[in-house]
């Protein structure tokens, strides 16, 4: 939830935190339970190797997390080895 925030107001695809909450509580409702939040559980020590800046922690953290519960990161991202891209 906070990345999605972060990046998504960051990145210039909401103009305010309050859009970009609205955005996300409107995926979820209208997900069907394809959307789930996963237990934060992954420490900054498994981080994968690729991390080597300050600004790709969030994306390597969400990388390792996804894999830790057998999810998938997907993002519109090029640069996340790993990730699947989406359209």
Known sequence: ??????????AGYFAD???????LALMVASSRGRIVFLPDDVGV?????????PKDT?????????????????TR????PGAELIA
């Open 17 to 23: 935190l309050a859009t970009a909450q609205a955005v």
């Open 45 to 53: 020590s498994a981080l994968p190797p690729y991390v080597k800046r």
């Open 58 to 74: 969030t994306d390597g953290h969400l990388l390792v997390l996804a894999k830790a519960h057998g999810a998938r990161l997907l």
């Open 1 to 10: 939830e906070l990345a999605f925030v972060r990046i998504g107001t960051t």
């Open 77 to 80: 991202d090029t640069g996340i």
